[in-house]
């Protein structure tokens, strides 16, 4: 497990740019899966982008492909996920998770299900 926290959510205009920030504690950080997820108000979470153990393989939800980058510094215990274009759909909740299994897999999970440790989420607001 690794306990996970998300910043740098906040108020944006449509066309803006926000990056957010999450910061892994603990030892097993560099050999699990990441992931940044999204609730939309009124919305189950949905997947929208991650990323391998080394950082090699991304794969992103269609709705944020060519906006959103996800990236992660194992040397820092961080992972990032660089947002451009933002639209108003893009208004959500936004967390970070780590895969339960932390093996070293380039698999490119999308369900929740495969991820174990969640951090408290950050809100992205983007206005029209």
């Given at each position: ?101 932390g093996v070293y897999s380039d698999y490119p999970y999308r369900s929740s299900a495969d991820f174990g440790s969640w951090g408290q989420g950050t809100q992205v607001t983007v206005s029209s």
């Open positions: 497990q690794v306990q996970l926290v998300e910043s740098g959510g906040g108020l944006v205009q449509a066309g803006g740019s926000l990056r957010l920030s999450c910061a892994a504690s603990g030892r097993t950080f560099s050999r699990r899966i990441m992931g940044w997820f999204r609730r939309a108000p009124g919305k189950e979470r949905e997947f929208a982008a991650g990323i391998s153990w080394s950082g090699g393989r991304t794969w992103y939800a269609d709705s944020v492909k060519g906006r959103f980058t996800i990236s992660r510094d194992n040397a820092k215990n961080t992972m990032y996920l660089q947002m451009n274009s933002l639209k108003p759909e893009d208004t959500a909740v936004y967390y970070c998770a780590a895969d339960r299994y």
